[in-house]
């Protein structure tokens, strides 16, 4: 299990278009919540019923939408 795992997210890096499933791997969230994710950031990309998240729109997302706590005191 651990010899796929380290497989796994050696090629997520490379792909642009995650499945849900490599998206949880990507991510390390749910099923559910990488749907709700996908949906409400934009990231969702659908090819007829097949569904992918766009992994760099979602760094993105992440780069933006994140904060970094800075010492008030220094």
């Known amino acids: 299990m ?6 796994i997210a050696t ?4 792909k642009r278009l995650l499945t849900v499933d490599e998206f ?3 991510a390390g969230i749910g099923r559910t919540s990488a749907r709700k994710i996908a949906d409400s ?3 969702k990309f659908k090819i007829g019923q097949r569904m992918f998240i ?3 729109k979602f ?3 992440c780069d933006e939408n994140s904060e970094i706590e ?5």
């Open 2 to 7: 651990y010899a796929r795992e380290t497989t």
């Open 11 to 14: 090629t997520l890096s490379d």
């Open 24 to 26: 949880c791997a990507y």
């Open 41 to 43: 950031t934009g990231c």
């Open 54 to 56: 766009d992994r760099v």
């Open 59 to 61: 760094d993105r997302y």
């Open 70 to 74: 800075t010492d008030a005191h220094a």
